[in-house]
């Protein structure tokens, strides 16, 4: 079993920049792919970017979405059991509930076995 909490998310102007983190609980973080996601109201949740699993401290495995490649990026710290998302370039339509997942690398909702309860990202133009 996996417990995945978010934090850092908030209120951001656009052009701007937040660092989402989501803590994993359990002592198997570094064998879990990792993903994250968006959802907007009234829309269903997509895909954002994910991360293979690593041996390493890091990782350097990663995919996005094609809508926040070069503007955000995904890492994580096994030492620390996290997986972050730098968001830069923040704009408008980038507010969305943010969810952390864990047991995949792929784009698809129903390949993640855990989810976090979500971070709210809002962007004011």
């Known amino acids: 079993q996996v417990q995945l909490v978010e934090s850092g998310g908030g209120l951001v102007q656009a052009g701007g920049s937040l660092r989402l983190s989501c803590a994993a609980s359990?002592?198997?973080?570094?064998?879990?792919?990792m993903g994250w996601f968006r959802q907007a109201p009234g829309k269903e949740r997509e895909f954002v970017a994910a991360i293979r699993p690593s041996s390493r401290a890091w990782s350097s495995f990663t995919s996005y979405a094609g809508s926040v490649k070069g503007r955000f990026t995904i890492s994580r710290d096994n030492a620390k059991n996290t997986v972050y998302l730098q968001m830069n370039s923040l704009k408008p339509e980038d507010t969305a509930v943010y969810y952390c997942?864990?047991?995949?690398?792929?784009?698809?909702?129903?390949?993640?076995?855990?989810w976090g309860q979500g971070t709210q990202v809002t962007v004011s133009s």
């Open positions: 997942a864990a047991g995949s690398r792929s784009e698809r909702t129903y390949d993640y076995d855990y």
């Open positions: 359990g002592r198997t973080f570094s064998t879990y792919g």
